[in-house]
């Protein structure tokens, strides 16, 4: 561990950092821990004043990774009262509630086997989101260039988009990022690209992709790393669907985050995103990211000067549960949340082979809960653009999918389409695949009469 290098990241940084200054009331908020400090500081409502008197939380009585009832404990009722209601009600820290990021420091230490030290800190956010665009914000100057896994989640591409950057699109296959292209962008930068600064970002989805479904086998990771550290890249390691792996156990691949250190000899390249929208609550919006401290600060300081902090309640909410749960009881948790998705998949991919066998063909997933179909509506081959297809004629038959344009970043024509596996049930996407099986055959006959 000793001779791993630490990666100074304050080069990556963009000069709007420099332009956030600390919010001149909570950056006066650490003083307040000094023993016999009296705070006049912050304009915190006066908590007698609220309506709620306790919040009971009443927990599935089902649930995975609960520990057994403790004397009088009921593990299935959950009561905030009192002092933690208070804090629950209340503005808090910028970073997270201090006790939750310690929970999660420690989760992430555990999981991604990395020692908890000063090289990487936790930050929560409201929800995985918010985390990435501050990030981008901290770290995006104009004129960069920012690598981007392509297809990728439109909710990223919408604010790359309007950030005064180019993204350029690195190809993913049925195995996610494929390294080979990310080193033919790399190699061939400045002879394609004269004059233009090296990118600093790659941004990657590596679980369960969101269209693709695609998660990168620990092989690739290994040399996407490798290339980071030739290239000097910093990689965003959006795994949003980490929690819901459904393959082989025992073999999902280690994260980035995970392998900097053994691969790279390394530390702080990888800036790791986490959500907990797909295995609590998308709706308490809540997420995490473990990054390097400067950049942590970075982000901090955006946060406390825009939407102040993550909501206190939902983080409480969490912290409660989970610290219930323990790491093992939490990760129990996902592993049943996952088997519910993968019984979903199998339904979901029997039908669609019921109605789409030979005219559309997909990567089967092991985590997430999409399939990122690619239609063949050409007789011989040649690759038809969904987007028509899909957004005028699917959904003037009655069925409603994703066209591929919406995850390039070029919007460029794609024979793909992106459905969800993870609401829907067998009725309804037996009927849906009928309908898409009608539109592609419709399609088809168009292109015959087109070529005769
Ligand atoms: C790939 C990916 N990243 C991030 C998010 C956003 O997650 P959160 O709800 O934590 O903001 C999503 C949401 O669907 C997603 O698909």
Known sequence: MSSTTILDISPFLSQKTQLWKACGIRGLFPLENIPGMISLLAGRPNPSTFPFESITMKLRPTLAGMPES???????????EGAVLAEALQYGATAGVPRFIDWLENFQAHVHKRVRDDTWSVTVGSGSQDLMYKACEALVDEGDSILVETPFYPGTLGFLAALPCSLIEVHADGQGLNPANLELILANWETERPGKRPPKLLYTIPSGSNPTGASIPEHRKVDVLRLARKYNLLVLEDDAYAFLYYGPAGKQARSYFALEPDVNAERGRVVRFDSFSKVLSSGMRLGYMTAPPRLATAVNLITSNTNLQPASLTQIMAYTLLSQWGPEGFLAHCVSVAA????????????????????????????????????????EGKEVDSQVLIANKAVARGVLAVPGTAFMPGGGPTPFVRVSFSLIEEADADEAFRRLRGVILEARKEVEMEER
């Open 70 to 80: 403790k004397g009088n404990d009921d593990p299935f009722n959950v009561t905030l």
């Open 340 to 379: 519910v998705y993968r019984a979903r998949r199998d339904i979901f991919e029997r039908v669609a082979r019921k109605h789409l066998a030979g005219l559309a063909e997909w990567t089967t997933p092991v985590a997430g809960m999409f399939l990122y179909i690619k239609l063949l509506v050409h007789p």
